[in-house]
């Protein structure tokens, strides 16, 4: 599969689809109903943990497993980009607001004293684990599924027609990047210079739109194949993921006691 | 495309809960109405394409500021209609966060702000375009009216919560967050109203084409979620009863519990005012 990468900062599908489909590591074999109840009981855990070391080091477990499934870590560092930029852009200014003993000198501004405090650097470093940690974990689950299970599980997860929209969106979004990277190379070959925006803005701006007709055209040819094929509201899933296993039902189950038991003790103070 | 500019686990757990809530009793409102209309075939394959689209032209990075990226929410909602567009945005929400983009557990909080995108967009376009405006002017304005709503409902959200382990109050945050609101609108006028209106007029070989999407889009769009016009009725063609007491009930219901919730949480939350999340 040759992979043309549009940004380094955001995951390609087709890449973390071929992860999925290509390699066989330990997190492959694991069942992909554990995976989704694993995610759900880290967001649980990094919305009620309340120590940074607690956080600190579920973030680092959590990096020990994305390395086990054989997943690249320096791809994991680009991808990283986004979460952090969308953290700083709040905890930034956090760090600054937030009370507390400041570190080194204060900067006098009209405003008022503006420095950096142990509480903000400590607040920055826990919204970081919290959010890189989710994020670690979805996409070594995402690189650890296969097309065929993402698509049966959609198919079981979503509400009608929500599902549909979804199984559709999963089928063309490597069509609508093929396209879309079929335009940048177009534009590419014929001398264009994507490193500018406000210079290319006109192709830019031809390049999405263009996106965006294309969309449409093979929505049209869409409904004349699915009404060709009898249509009726169900797009018929071939596949089936089955149950858990036990000991994996298990890892699942003690995650959830595990979370909820420290967040009622250690957090909102439940006593016998 | 605004975004809740935040990574997992930064909201306190009642927020969480409120805000998926909310998600969830708008997409089920949503779905409701598109099960009692009917919806088409057409309608299926344009909302799957268009997320899809959505999705793809997300992977574009733009060199402004190092690098941003656009969903075109928008104009997906332009064209696929309220309804739709939030069934969509629920849908890219889902894809983004299962490659770290986006939060797992704010899928509820981005869906009501992406979809808020959408539904502003579409009525901002048919209102302009029934003022006879020129379809790309009434596009870009839409957009940018779509996107401005977005990113204070993002700035909203933010401040209702609060940020999980910080001390910083109510007052601060708003000043903190406002300068994030500030940034977003500043890209929307940018992005969506100054871009749409220098670059996308109708010289383009693909305008007209556009032009004929988007208008088809607003007719056959998958049905409006409040029609002005005709007395407010939630989505689709009138129907006997036209489902407002259903509408209205969930609305209450979710209103209720989460004022219950965040009363609850501010008042027996076990924390004293002072002491509240310092750590």
Redesign the interface.
């Known amino acids: 599969m040759t992979v043309t990468t549009l940004s380094n900062h955001v995951p390609d599908p087709r890449l973390v689809t071929a992860f999925a489909e290509q390699r066989d590591g330990p997190l492959h074999r694991v069942n992909p109903w554990t995976k989704i109840g694993i995610v759900g009981a880290l967001v649980l855990a990094v919305t009620v943990f309340d120590r940074l070391a607690l956080l600190a080091g579920l973030y680092g477990a959590v990096l020990v497993v994305y390395g086990l499934a054989g997943l690249p870590y320096r791809r994991l560092a680009g991808w990283y980009t986004l979460p952090l930029l969308f953290i700083v852009s709040v905890a930034g200014p956090l760090t600054f607001l937030e009370p507390g003993t400041p570190i080194g000198g204060t900067l006098p501004t009209p405003l008022g004293e503006l420095s950096v405090t142990w509480a903000g650097i400590v607040l920055f470093a826990e919204l970081s684990c919290r959010s890189l940690t989710v994020v670690t974990f979805a996409l070594t689950a995402s690189m650890t599924t296969k097309y065929t299970d993402v698509a049966y599980m959609l198919g079981r997860l979503l509400p009608r027609p929500i599902d549909q929209i979804a199984l559709l969106t999963y089928r063309f979004t490597f069509v609508m990047l093929e396209t879309l990277e079929d335009l940048v190379k177009a534009a590419l070959s014929r001398g264009a210079n994507f490193s500018e925006f406000w210079s290319n803005k006109r192709l830019y701006a031809r390049i999405l739109g263009m996106t965006m007709l294309s969309a449409i055209e093979q929505s049209e040819r869409l409904v004349k194949s699915m009404e060709a094929r009898g249509y009726n509201g169900d797009i018929t899933l071939y596949g089936d993921v089955s149950r858990p296993p036990i000991h994996e039902l298990f890892v699942v189950i003690g995650s959830y006691v595990a979370v909820v038991g420290y967040a009622a003790v250690a957090v909102y103070g439940v006593r016998q | 495309m605004a975004?809740i500019?935040?990574?997992?686990?930064?909201?306190?757990?009642w927020a969480?809960v409120l805000w998926t809530l909310l998600g969830v009793g708008l997409?089920s409102a949503v779905?409701y109405r598109?099960?009692k209309g009917g919806?088409k075939?057409?309608q299926?394959?344009?909302?799957?394409?268009?997320?899809?689209?959505s999705?793809?032209?997300?992977?574009?990075?733009?060199?402004?500021w190092g690098?941003i990226?656009?969903n075109?929410t928008g104009?997906v909602g332009i064209?696929a209609g309220p309804l739709?567009g939030a069934?969509?945005a629920?849908?890219?929400n889902?894809?983004s966060?299962?490659?770290?983009?986006g939060?797992?557990?704010l899928l509820g909080a981005n869906t009501l702000v992406n979809a808020s995108e959408a539904i502003v967009a579409y009525y901002a376009f048919k209102t302009l375009i029934g003022m006879d405006w020129d379809v790309f002017p009434a596009s870009a304005s839409a957009a940018t009216l779509g996107l401005s709503a977005g990113a204070f409902l993002m700035g909203a959200i933010?401040v209702v919560s609060g940020?999980?382990?910080?001390?910083?109050p109510r007052g601060?945050?708003t000043?903190?967050?406002a300068?994030?609101v500030g940034?977003n609108l500043f890209a929307a006028f940018l992005a969506a109203g100054y871009?749409g209106f220098?670059?996308?007029g109708g010289a383009?070989p693909?305008a007209k084409?556009?032009a004929k999407?988007l208008q088809r889009g607003v007719q056959e769009g998958g049905g409006a979620l409040v029609e002005l016009g005709r007395g407010i009725v939630v989505a689709g063609p009138i129907r006997k009863g036209g489902l407002m007491v259903e509408f209205g009930a969930l609305v209450l219901v979710l209103g209720v519990l989460g004022i219950g919730l965040y009363v609850y949480v501010d008042r027996y939350g076990?924390f004293e005012d002072g002491e509240r999340p310092?750590?």
């Open positions: 975004h500019h935040l990574g997992e686990g930064s909201f306190p757990l969480l997409i779905v598109v099960r919806i075939t057409h299926i394959a344009l909302a799957g394409i268009a997320a899809a689209a999705f793809a032209i997300f992977q574009l990075n733009i060199p402004v690098g990226h656009m075109l104009l064209l739709l069934l969509i629920l849908v890219v889902i894809f966060a299962a490659l770290g983009h939060a797992v557990g933010i940020v999980n382990g910080s001390a910083l601060d945050l000043i903190a967050v300068g994030l940034l871009w220098t670059v996308t383009m693909w084409r556009s999407a076990g310092a750590r």
